[in-house]
Structure formats: C-alpha cells, structure tokens
C-alpha cells in the first residue's frame, strides 16, 4: 500500500509543496520573503507560501487522480506535467535564496542601493515563475477535462498510467 503511493507521481504534486516549505523554514534566515507585486511591496510568510502552492496544486493533484481512475490520459503529458511542475516548486528556493535582504524605505529613494536592484531582478524572475506554474496548472487542467469527458476509445500512443 506504501510503495503505491510513493509510485503514483501525482502524489509529489502535494509531497513537494511540504518539502519547499520545510526547506524555507530551515534554510531562509527570517521567516518571511519580500515580495514585489503589482508595484506594492508585500511580505508573505513561509506558511502562507506554501498554503497558496498546496492550493494551487490541488486541482492538478485531483485531475490527476481522476485521470489515472478512468485510465485515460497519455502517461508522457502527465509524468512530464509533474516533472516540469516540480522543477518550477523547487527553483524558488534557490532563486529567494539569493536575494539580498533589502529595507522598504529604498523603493522610496531617488538613488536606491545596487542589492534593492538585485532584489526586484530576482522578484521579477519569481513573478514570472510563478505565472508560468499558474499557466501549466490551467493547461493541465484543460487537457485533463478534454480527456476525461472525450469517448475517445483508441489507446494512446504511450498508454495510460496505471
């Protein structure tokens, strides 16, 4: 029963959002990230991260469940679906780690310092991963919904995932 569940890959889907945000809570020195949204300067818990990925993966995870249930869907589309996913989930670590720890009050300077440059660059580059999570998510979603409601009986060239 285990094994099943650790070899069903959607189940990394959920398993990864944990794993992101236990690795923000040891590694980051404070327990927050300074975001740059919409020109409004935000500060988003670690916590608060990883509730809004588990939100956002959760659709996904259930499309999966269901897509494996009815034994439709290509299996390459949706390993590759986790795959790229998981790759994007655990690049923001990596990218936040990198970011300099900055003061609200320089996005208000005339000059501000280099780091408040380096730290909207490496906002600027999260905002773009995130939106293209987003967007594979509502893909994926849509392909999920066309196989699922398709009487399409021919087997796919790489099979279902069982």
């Not at 259930?62 to 998981?86: E, F, N, Q």
């Amino acid at each position: 029963m285990l094994n099943k569940i650790f070899l069903r890959i959607e189940n990394y889907l959920i398993i990864a959002t944990a794993l992101v945000g236990y690795s923000f809570a040891i590694f980051f020195p404070d327990n927050y990230c300074n975001v740059l949204l919409f020109g409004g300067h935000f500060l988003i818990s670690h916590m608060e991260a990883t509730i809004s990925w588990t939100i956002v993966l959760f659709i996904p995870f259930i499309m999966h469940y269901a897509l494996r249930k009815r034994k439709k869907g290509d299996s390459t589309i949706l390993a590759s679906h986790v795959i790229i996913t998981l790759l994007i989930i655990f690049a923001f670590p990596f990218l936040f780690n990198t970011a300099p720890l900055i003061l609200d009050e320089w996005h208000h300077l005339t000059v501000p310092p280099p780091m408040f440059d380096q730290w909207q660059d490496i906002n600027y580059y999260a905002t773009l991963m995130m939106i293209a999570l987003i967007l594979i998510q509502v893909l994926f979603f849509l392909y999920g919904f066309i196989a699922l409601f398709t009487n399409d009986n021919k087997p796919s060239s790489s099979g279902p995932i069982e």
